[in-house]
């Protein structure tokens, strides 16, 4: 159970990737009546081609990892679709242009890249993530999804980063919050389809040890949670009041520094993101841990995330 901003999981994580779906409503997972999914909205794609790395780097594998049947576990030959979800402050979001920026966008150019490929990023919906690499419609995902078991069972996934996941309030903090059973019988809005959901729900890595399974223990009502397609519309809802904390990742407060704060006496648990790949494509699983690799060696991977701040490089 979760008691004293301690959380009980079975299984260390890591991240996967993002899907795109063209059109039709954005769901979330089956998983149990206490979740509400924001209504109203469509899963779109938006398709942004990128060419060009972001920081200079030389490819010391592109030789190598495009040989030897490379070219057919990808979408086009000579070409990468990432699949990846914006926007989301520091990470992947667009500049006043409507360019593609963030700490994850130059991770995936650089990949790409050394790789010798021409990247084409599409934005999708989180929840459809995995799917959508099951299905063959991105050739890799970086999308800071945590790694779990049951996405184990469906892809490959190859760690990143580190991650953290905090309590989100409005400034000042109105509830008084400072303990994950604070929030038994209040609304908190998720992205659809993370970790964070299945932490209240007592789901996935938190099966019988979620909050709700501690507001039950304590005889108080279950937590309203209020999944949304992506962190915008979680965070919005915050914002406008819709809920008393949002659970997931801390770089909104970039965009909403005097509205926005954490909560520093819950400590949830880090995880390491990771990036996605069919597990038929082992080629191309072995090409980006080559290039992650490369990157990590020649101190490209830390200049970026130094530049941007997001989350714990890897081995630190």
Known sequence: MIRNQSLSIKAAGLAVFLVA???????????????????????????????????????????????????????????????????????????????????????????????????????????????DIEAGNCDFSLAGHFITPERLARIDMIPYLRGRQQLVVQSGNPEGLDDVIDLCGEPVSVRAGTVQEEMVLGLGLYEAAGINDSCTDSALPMVDVVAFPGEFEAVESLLAGEVVAYMGGTTWLADYPDDLEVVPAVVLPDFINAIGVRKDHPLLAEALRAALDAMIADGTYHAIQSKWGVGIPLGE
């Open 21 to 131: 779906c063209a059109g039709g409503a954005a769901t979330t997972t089956d998983t149990t009546a206490t979740t509400t999914l924001a209504t109203g909205t469509t899963a779109t794609t938006t398709v942004l081609t990128t060419t060009g790395a972001v920081t200079e780097s030389t490819s010391t594998t592109a030789g190598e990892i495009t040989s030897g049947g490379l070219g057919a576990e990808l979408i086009s030959p000579g070409q990468v679709v990432v699949c990846m979800t914006f926007p989301v402050p520091l990470v992947a979001d667009y500049d006043a242009a409507g360019n593609p920026i963030g700490q994850s966008v130059e991770f995936v150019l650089d990949l790409a890249d050394r790789l010798d490929l021409d990247p084409e990023l599409r934005n999708t919906i989180f929840d459809l993530i995995i799917d």
